[in-house]
Antibody
Framework: QVQLQESGPGLVKPSQTLSLTCTVS??????????WSWIRQHPGKGLEWIGY???????YYNPSLKSRVTISVDTSKNQFSLKLSSVTAADTAVYYC??????????????????WGQGTLVTVSS | EIVLTQSPGTLSLSPGERATLSCRAS???????LAWYQQKPGQAPRLLIY???SRATGIPDRFSGSGSGTDFTLTISRLEPEDFAVYYC??????????FGQGTKLEIK
């Protein structure tokens, strides 16, 4: 059974960089066949996809966040990470990591998210 | 970007009743790349339906999905107490990534 777990600071100051890590257990990121994603949910609101990464390091980001987002992978630790720069209060949200149940090419992914982490709340405030 | 609009915003029903939730896309969703998720308070979303009509692993058969093109429906045939939650539709396969609907809250009447 694949499990994902987010970790990172729960409080970030405005203009700083938000950094989160997702640790995957029950399966190896480097075995391939799956893509790994970040999604966020503003308090009491809907879901917003942030981007994905493959174990090779190939990425694709939501165009609306692209200028501020970096997703990276560390296969030796079976982890992938999110960095979101120049944060404001509008970036306050629950951040989820998730597995794409199949293949992606460019901006097109052909599967939904089948496994999710439990989510971590990040608050942007001074 | 494909915009998904869900209706109604809130649906009030009683256990045992049938629930019908709608998701309309601003443009055609290719190859029926449409999924439905259930989210309960304090939990991550849970995949229910993918490919518009295929149930995910372990999902009871009272959940069914239908539709194509721009109009999709999630039906829960007989509501159980644990089905009261927020439901999101999601499209995938577009060239600009994933988008979600704004959600339908299914509440106990």
């Amino acid at each position: 059974q694949v499990q994902l777990q987010e970790s990172g600071p729960g409080l970030v100051k405005p203009s700083q960089t938000l950094s989160l890590t997702c640790t995957v257990s029950g399966g190896s990121i480097s075995s391939g066949g799956y893509y790994w994603s970040w999604i966020r949910q503003h308090p009491g609101k809907g879901l917003e996809w942030i981007g994905y990464i493959y174990y090779s390091g190939s990425t694709y980001y939501n165009p609306s966040l692209k200028s501020r987002v970096t997703i990276s992978v560390d296969t030796s630790k079976n982890q992938f990470s999110l960095k979101l720069s120049s944060v404001t209060a509008a970036d306050t949200a629950v951040y989820y990591c998730a597995r794409v149940a199949g293949y992606c090419s460019g901006g097109s992914c052909y599967s939904p998210f089948d496994y999710w982490g439990q989510g971590t709340l990040v608050t942007v405030s001074s | 970007e494909i915009v998904l609009t869900q209706s109604p915003g809130t649906l009030s029903l009683s256990p045992g009743e049938r629930a019908t939730l709608s998701c309309r896309a601003s443009q055609s969703v290719s190859s029926s790349y449409l999924a439905w998720y259930q989210q309960k308070p304090g939990q991550a979303p849970r995949l229910l339906i993918y490919g518009a009509s295929s149930r995910a692993t372990g999902i009871p058969d009272r959940f069914s999905g239908s539709g194509s093109g721009t109009d999709f429906t999630l039906t829960i045939s007989r509501l159980e107490p644990e089905d009261f939650a927020v439901y999101y539709c999601q499209q995938y396969g577009s060239s600009t990534g994933y988008t979600f609907g704004q959600g339908t809250k299914l509440e106990i009447k």
